[in-house]
């Protein structure tokens, strides 16, 4: 049995453009790639922008969270026997 209980980094991907209303807010184009901070639970996520490399506020609404695949060893040359498995 396997688990990995961290996490390298969160992603966010933008899924609609955003033009900041305020000097704290990031300018955002579809499939630009932020790295969050965390969840302003007011309907902005605070997070660093990929592209620019600033950190500010963006609207949550118009990200989608991105799944980074790890390389995880499988080990081919261990071999079980059936009668382990039933244990």
């Given at each position: 049995m396997y688990h990995f209980s961290d996490q390298i980094r969160?992603?966010?991907?933008?899924?609609?453009?955003?033009?900041s209303n305020r000097p704290q807010e990031m300018d955002l184009q579809v499939d630009d790639e932020i790295?969050?901070?965390?969840?302003?639970?007011?309907?902005?996520s605070k997070g660093t922008?990929?592209?620019?490399?600033?950190t500010l506020l963006y609207p949550t609404f118009k990200v989608i969270?991105?799944?980074?695949?790890?390389?995880?060893?499988?080990?081919?040359?261990i071999k079980i026997s059936s009668e382990e498995l039933e244990d």
């Open positions: 969160r992603l966010h991907v933008a899924i609609l453009p955003h033009k790295e969050v901070i965390g969840n302003e639970w007011n309907g902005y922008h990929l592209r620019t490399n600033k969270q991105k799944t980074e695949v790890m390389y995880f060893a499988s080990y081919p040359d």
